[in-house]
């Protein structure tokens, strides 16, 4: 049985920076067809990707935020982690990781996702 | 960048057929995937790679998609299906989800 579960802060403040945890069952991270990725939504917004890690260590994120992402794993704890700096106020959401199924990216889909953790950044 | 566009909303009566659609430039070239989102739910996998359908999905969802538009299709739509969808495609290496489209069945 395939499961995520994200965990992390429930509270942070401005500029602080936010690590959350995405620990996965059912599958090895080493497996080159399955891959982790953070997804995250705002309160009544649109799902926006953050960022993925393959099998291979090989790493990619959003353009728009990439200066303040980093995504990393534990293979041996089942353990994906991203971590955003900076925190503000509209970085409020929803966030979700997923598995990405799918040996190359463009034919790759969400298969299944975590419940969610809710960040609010305020002071 | 990449964008996809979804109408805000769809409203289809009980059994009978809704479409979604999602725009985007040679969205026809790229495997477009469709997730239902519940409130307060996560998102769930029901179409992927066009028009593939995942274990556990009914078959009345339905997807293709030619040009610069992919389709959901939502065949005798019952009152479960009301929800939040969103198109995904990739540009590249980066992820795209449309905006949602929010269906409303009554």
């Known amino acids: 049985q395939v499961t995520l579960k994200e965990s992390g802060p429930v509270l942070v403040k401005p500029t602080e920076t936010l690590t959350l945890t995405c620990t996965v069952s059912g599958f090895s991270l080493s497996n080159p067809r399955m891959n982790v990725a953070w997804i995250r939504q705002p309160p009544g917004k649109a799902l926006e990707w953050l960022a993925h890690?393959?099998?291979?260590?090989?790493?990619s994120y959003s353009p728009s935020l990439r200066t303040r992402l980093t995504i990393s794993k534990d293979t041996s704890r089942s353990q994906v982690v991203l971590t955003m700096t900076h925190m503000d106020p509209v970085d409020t959401a929803t966030y979700f990781c997923?598995?990405?199924?799918?040996?190359?990216?463009?034919?790759?889909?969400?298969?299944?996702w975590g419940q969610g953790t809710q960040v609010t950044v305020s002071s | 960048s990449y964008e996809l566009t979804q109408p805000p909303s769809v409203s289809v009566s009980p059994g009978q057929t809704g479409t979604i659609t999602c725009s985007g430039d040679r969205l026809g070239d790229k495997y477009t995937s469709w997730y239902q989102q519940k409130p307060g739910q996560s998102p769930i996998l029901v179409i992927y790679?066009?028009?593939k359908r995942p274990s556990g999905i009914p078959e009345r969802f339905s997807g293709s998609s030619s040009g610069n538009t992919a389709t959901l299709t939502i065949s005798g739509t019952q009152a479960m299906d009301e929800a939040d969808y969103y198109c995904?495609?990739?540009?590249?290496?980066?992820?795209?989800f449309g905006g949602g489209t929010k269906v409303t069945v009554l």
């Open positions: 997923a598995r990405m199924l799918g040996s190359v990216a463009s034919i790759s889909y969400f298969d299944f």
């Open positions: 790679q066009d028009n």
């Open positions: 890690l393959s099998s291979n260590d090989d790493k």
């Open positions: 995904q495609a990739w540009d590249g290496r980066n992820v795209i």
